[in-house]
């Protein structure tokens, strides 16, 4: 039976199934794992369903030539954080779990675009605080959602998602740019770059893969470009934002609002970000849900299985 290593604490049901089909150890600690874990993880392991901060770079690998691990089932479906290239070089395999996390995804997307809109969380420490002094017609006064404009940066399984919800539930325009053409069965226009996407949206929703080649792709030009009464919501990876520029764009006006959900040195978030009251801040709650997270677990399961039985995994990157 292959011995597997699970790096963060699972769902009761994902930790019974695992432990059913593979003979397997689950780490008791919820921070991501260090360097030296795992380096032994690869030594000492079959397999290893990591996730999210588990960085395991090049540097890991080239302790090795081949390790004794030879899959990594990632739990999620960014996978930025291992390089995948030099997991191959080393004869280890890299799944992921799409499709699982889609709608959980986008629903904090939504959740982050009308508390950010409609100054939601501004106005429960206004509650809280013991300062609101009751309804008057100007009383914190935001952003109307439905018949606006959203622009989506990425067209994926999860940008699609958002869209759909943005065109069907809040009768909004969707605008969106994608690295490659991308056809969609709802009403929506693909824009020629960045900059068109910024000036046209009232909600700007950043939904593109993490990694290299969208490292700060949203920085002060986009910010420059944006309408000074549109939001940005961030639910792709933190690095994908430049996060000194949005925090100077809160901190001076250029734009009206953030809903963030990622951050660029998660979870560290800046004390100056988290001073400001235009920016809507949740600790990465973007598939936090117990039905969803079961779901990438068994997806990730799916993976070992199918590999350890000799077949393609469902879901390799």
């Known amino acids: 039976m292959p011995k597997l290593l699970i790096t963060r604490p699972m769902p009761d049901s994902v930790a019974a199934a695992a432990h059913a089909a593979f003979e397997t150890e689950i780490r008791d600690k919820t921070a991501p794992m260090t360097a030296s874990e795992m380096r032994a993880a690869l030594a000492l392991y079959d397999a290893v369903m990591p996730t999210l901060g588990d960085a395991f770079d090049a540097g890991i690998f080239d302790e090795f030539d081949t390790p004794r ?76 959602l439905t018949g606006k404009t959203v622009g989506i940066v990425g067209m994926g399984r999860i940008g699609q998602a958002i869209a759909r919800r943005c065109h069907f539930g809040f009768g909004m325009e969707v605008v969106y740019v994608n690295r490659s053409p991308r056809e969609v069965d709802f009403p929506a226009r693909q824009l020629a770059d960045l ?49 000194a520029a949005l925090i100077d764009a809160l901190q001076t006006g250029r734009i009206a609002g953030a809903g963030l959900d990622v951050y660029e040195f998660e979870p560290r978030v800046p004390d100056a970000l988290r001073a400001l009251e235009n920016v809507t801040l949740l600790p990465h709650l973007g598939t936090a849900a117990l039905e969803v997270r079961e779901a990438m677990g068994r997806m990730a399961l799916d993976n070992l299985r199918a590999f350890f039985a000799g077949n393609e995994p469902p879901n390799r990157v």
């Open 69 to 144: 691990c030879r899959i990594l089932a990632n739990f999620g479906v960014g996978y930025n954080h291992i390089d995948a290239e030099a997991a191959r070089a080393h004869g280890v395999t890299v799944t992921n779990t799409p499709g699982a996390v889609t709608d959980a995804t986008a629903d904090i997307a939504m959740t982050l675009m009308l508390m950010s809109a409609r100054r939601a969380a501004e106005g429960e420490r206004l509650v809280r605080a013991g300062a609101w002094q009751g309804w008057h017609p100007t009383q914190m006064l935001g952003l109307h």
């Open 195 to 243: 900059a068109a996407l910024a000036a046209a949206a009232d909600v700007v929703v950043i939904a593109t893969p993490g990694g290299a080649e969208t490292h700060h792709l949203i920085g002060a030009d986009t910010f420059a470009a944006m309408k000074s009464t549109a939001h940005l919501v961030n639910i792709a990876r933190g690095d994908v934002v430049d996060e």
